[in-house]
């Protein structure tokens, strides 16, 4: 992504994307072996410079199991990608989640194998500013290993949250989104979660609008380019009767 004058990436409608892959759940490496550096001849691990960033990923694939798993010789290559350039800002990506996200059976379909001996890496490295991953169908954040590890929103359908202890994994279909990372010259990392589309009717926008105004975060409003004062009448007119017509739980 190209510089702004701050020395920002930045995401411009005329800017040129490059498009790094990373191993997921697929029953063998073929369709990204082109795109391996170095390392063991089973995996695909390699790093990019991104220009004030680094790129390092990890290959978790275990051939026809959901779970991922990092042996000795994954490890130990990882360990020297990361070395190569140390000290510099590096975020690295991997498949299955490493660390537990409460989300019952679904722990079980993660890093499964060397997760431990993964965050004592990445410990010893400095500037390890994400660990991103994906495989969850959600957004969740945890401070792991010394970083802060994140596991993206799905582009299609995502999971249902549910902590409990037997919780079925279930789709939901909540809208899709991802994760976008931006960094300046600083070496400084911020990351956006992006949804995908729009509500689907002023119904929708109306009850968000009455839920965000219950939980008090509701301040300032202000009609932006994405509504008209029109639009924004009618919507907070409809969050008015459906506050009126609302009844908690236990209620009639």
């Keep these: 992504m190209p510089s702004t004058d701050r020395g920002e990436r930045s995401v411009r409608p005329e800017a040129g994307f490059g498009a790094e892959a990373t191993s997921d759940k697929r029953t063998d490496h073929a369709y990204l072996q082109s795109s391996a550096v170095s ?25 026809y199991e959901p779970h991922g798993a990092l042996d000795p010789a994954r490890l130990a290559h990882l360990d020297r990608l990361l070395a190569e350039t140390a000290g510099s800002p590096t975020i690295v990506a991997l498949h299955h989640p490493p660390f537990r996200t409460l989300l019952g059976p679904l722990d079980e379909i ?24 994906g495989h969850f169908h959600r957004s969740i954040q ?11 929103p799905s582009t299609a359908h995502q999971l249902v949250l549910d902590l409990g202890v037997e919780a079925p994994a279930v789709f939901a279909m909540e809208p899709p989104g991802f994760l976008m990372h931006a960094w300046d010259e600083a070496g ?11 509500f689907p009717d002023e119904k929708a926008a109306a009850s968000a609008i009455l839920a965000a105004a219950a939980g008090g975060s509701l301040s300032n409003i202000e009609t932006t380019v994405a ?3 029109k639009e924004a009448t009618a919507t907070f007119q409809s969050a008015g009767k459906a506050a009126k017509a609302f009844r908690s739980a236990g209620r009639s």
Excluded at 188 to 198: C, L
């Design 39 to 63: 390392g063991p001849s089973d995996c695909v691990q390699y790093a990019v410079d991104l220009g004030g960033l680094r790129l390092v990923t990890a290959d978790a694939v275990v051939p």
């Design 110 to 133: 993660g890093l499964k194998v060397g997760a431990d001996q993964l965050a004592a890496l990445i410990s010893r490295h400095q500037r390890i500013e994400r660990v991103i991953c």
């Design 142 to 152: 945890a401070r792991w290993a010394g970083t802060l590890a994140m596991c993206a």
């Design 188 to 198: 400084t990392v911020v990351s956006h979660q992006v949804a995908i589309g729009e």
């Design 227 to 229: 509504m008209t004062a």
